[in-house]
Nanobody
Framework: VQLQASGGGLVQAGGSLRLSCANP????????LGWFRQAPGREREFVAA????????IYADSVKGRFTISRDNAKNTVDLQMNSLKPEDTAVYYC?????????????????WGQGTLVTVSS
């Protein structure tokens, strides 16, 4: 496994969680990193991405203002701080390494994926 996501769990609506993804092999260390999620019966969807330097971020409209993506290139990690969680945020969350240096939304732009961590938000 090249990417290792952690931090998922059960939280009440309005609560917070912080997801973290370790990249011990430094896969794509000069590439953008992203978070995606997949709810039961739905396609995997983009959540957030950050460019290789960590200076530029993009977000899905559904999470903008509530989620924050960050990366630490010295530690080879990418985090997703999730605040004001809603039941519709319930999904398995995946971190991924882009093929490119700038973040983007399409799933096919990402070459390496972590195993996923489950986030459940109760109402």
């Amino acid at each position: 496994v090249q990417l290792q996501a952690s931090g998922g769990g059960l939280v009440q609506a309005g609560g917070s969680l912080r997801l973290s993804c370790a990249n011990p092999r430094r896969t794509g260390s000069n590439n953008a990193l992203g978070w995606f999620r997949q709810a039961p019966g739905r396609e995997r969807e983009f959540v957030a991405a950050i460019d290789w330097r960590g200076g530029s971020t993009i977000y899905a409209d559904s999470v903008k203002g509530r989620f924050t993506i960050s990366r630490d290139n010295a530690k080879n990690t990418v985090d997703l701080q999730m605040n004001s969680l809603k039941p519709e945020d319930t999904a398995v969350y995946y971190c991924a390494v882009s093929r490119y240096s700038r973040g983007s939304r399409p799933v096919e732009d990402y070459a390496y994926w972590g195993q996923g961590t489950l986030v459940t938000v109760s109402s």
